[in-house]
């Protein structure tokens, strides 16, 4: 059984930078898995934002947050990270982390929820001024 903890999210001014943690725990280990985040705001769907695909090295991430969210993983930390830069009031979410049973992930499934096997419990982000 993998656990997934999510940390890091807090109140920040439009423009401000946060990085949310997502240690994975159980299992063989985070070198293992394919990592998403995933946020979802007051009244709306849960909505993908970014993957970490292990095996090939890929990242994804939605329109919405290209050039300002950026995945990154260490493996040893068993540690996936989001750093947000640029962070804007429609940014206001709760953010969860998903790990898939599998090294890779393919581009076509990533936004999915059902592709992932394990969630977090999720971290609040409040963008305001």
């Known amino acids: 059984q993998v656990q997934l903890v999510e940390s890091g999210g807090g109140l920040v001014q439009p423009g401000g930078s946060l990085r949310l943690s997502c240690e994975v725990s159980?299992?063989?280990?985070?070198?293992?898995?394919?990592v998403g985040w995933f946020r979802q705001a007051s009244g709306k769907e849960r909505e993908g934002v970014s993957c970490?695909?292990?095996?090939?090295?890929?990242?994804f991430y939605a329109d919405s947050v290209k050039g300002r969210f950026t995945v990154s993983r260490d493996n040893g930390r068993n540690t996936v990270y989001l750093q947000m830069n640029n962070l804007k009031p429609e940014d206001t979410a709760v953010y969860y982390c998903?790990?898939?049973?599998?090294?890779?992930?393919?581009?076509?499934?990533?936004?999915?929820?059902?592709?992932?096997?394990?969630w977090g419990r999720g971290t609040q982000v409040t963008v305001s001024s």
């Open positions: 998903a790990a898939r049973n599998s090294p890779r992930m393919p581009e076509m499934f990533w936004k999915q929820t059902t592709e992932y096997n394990w």
């Open positions: 159980g299992g063989g280990g985070l070198f293992y898995l394919s």
């Open positions: 970490s695909s292990q095996s090939d090295g890929r990242q």
